[in-house]
């Protein structure tokens, strides 16, 4: 008979936030991995349990040999108790490759739930908490820290992260660089513990607190509001049909013995906006901006194809759309002149 995983959710700060389900399990489970030794002991005499079964480390250097001899251990019908220092294993802590291991080999595994950081702060945060990311620990160094931020740029989810106190400044200062000094954001610092702290304001707010010559302690973790949610950008073809129809009514007939003119390029785009075009309110491009765009792009050199990609991401339309805006200005051409063979004198 197999054994169970159980995954502990251990208290953030406060130790009166465990549940005593997590004293019931640290007090019968057959085998305890921890991340730290010390402190489990310390956690179950905190929850008046002791603890009888045989611990382990599991700690990140050795999680991933300690993932093949905890699942002997189920195998062998043992449950297994995993718990790091603060918070859920396996989420920004050790954990991932013991449970990934033992959903491999058919073992069950449940969980008890605990407090975690980063609902806690998503919650007292005051942002928007209907959609939401936890992108954990920023990278330590700075190229792969502003390389996943550029990754982040266009989010319009409310992000969490985590951060050490070391790095906070150089994370606060890339964050800026990536969103912009005047994004909403919220540090939560040693949540439930007693220094806790929370400080609210925009990003180049939370960088002055953290450089204003403080002792920075404890850990941290940085709620941020996602970028604004725009609505998706249609192309008004209407007036540049409009446009063109009139341009072919009063363009004179092509002359029979030569080949019918091109069509006239996208009318410029001066002509666009003193006709009231462009981007507004109602998040509509008028079609012959985006043709005139084209046109600009092209006679500066740039290949048209190249053109068309560029200016479809620039107003957040479709290629397809900026390739029809082109179609759209163009007048028709216009039948040829019928000529008349007129008999000799």
Same mark, same amino acid.
């Given at each position: ?22 004293g019931e399990v640290l007090a019968t ?81 449940t969980v008890v739930p605990g407090p ?31 390389s996943l931020l550029r990754e982040l ?90 446009? #063109?129809? =009139?341009? $072919?009514?009063? &363009? +004179?007939? /092509? ?7 091109? @069509? %006239? ?58 390739? #029809?805006? =082109?179609? $759209?200005?163009? &007048? +028709?051409? /216009? ?7 007129? @008999? %000799?004198?």
């Amino acid at each position: 008979m197999s054994g169970t995983l159980v995954l502990c959710g251990a208290p953030i700060g406060d130790v009166r936030d465990a549940s005593p389900r997590l004293g019931e399990v640290l007090a019968t489970a057959d085998v305890i991995a921890a991340e730290d030794t010390r402190r489990v002991i310390r956690l179950a005499h905190a929850l008046g349990v002791t603890i009888s079964g045989r611990i382990v480390s599991c700690y990140d250097a050795v999680e991933g040999a300690r993932a093949a001899l905890l699942t002997d251990y189920l195998r062998q019908g043992a449950t297994v108790a995993l718990v790091t220092d603060a918070g859920m294993p396996a989420v920004s802590d050790p954990g991932f490759r013991v449970v990934a291991a033992a959903a491999a080999a058919g073992m069950a595994i449940t969980v008890v739930p605990g407090p975690s950081a980063v609902t806690a702060a998503l919650a007292v945060s005051g942002l928007p908490t209907d959609r939401w990311t936890f992108e954990g620990f920023l990278p330590r160094k700075g190229a792969d820290r502003r390389s996943l931020l550029r990754e982040l740029g266009g989010e319009t989810r409310t992000m969490v992260f985590l951060e050490s106190p070391h790095r906070l400044p150089a994370g606060l200062g890339d964050l800026i660089a990536a969103f912009g000094a005047g994004r909403a954001a919220v540090l939560c610092r040693e949540l439930t513990k007693t220094f806790e702290e929370i400080v609210r304001g925009d990003l180049a707010a939370l960088l002055a607190w953290a450089t204003d010559g403080r002792t920075i302690r404890g850990e941290f973790t940085l709620v941020v509001a996602g970028g604004a949610r725009h609505r998706p950008v249609t192309v008004d073809f209407a007036p540049a049909q409009a446009a #063109a129809t =009139e341009a $072919a009514e009063l &363009a +004179p007939p /092509a002359p029979a013995s030569s080949p019918a003119a091109d @069509p %006239p390029a996208a009318r410029g785009s001066e002509q666009a906006e003193a006709d009231g075009a462009g981007v507004g309110p109602t998040d509509s491009v008028d079609a012959r901006v985006l043709a005139a765009d084209v046109a600009r792009r092209t006679a500066a050199g740039m290949p048209r194809k190249q053109a068309r990609r560029a200016v479809a991401a620039d107003y957040g339309v479709s290629r397809n759309d900026v390739y #029809a805006a =082109e179609l $759209a200005v163009r &007048a +028709p051409r /216009a039948a040829p002149a019928t000529q008349v063979d007129l @008999p %000799p004198f």
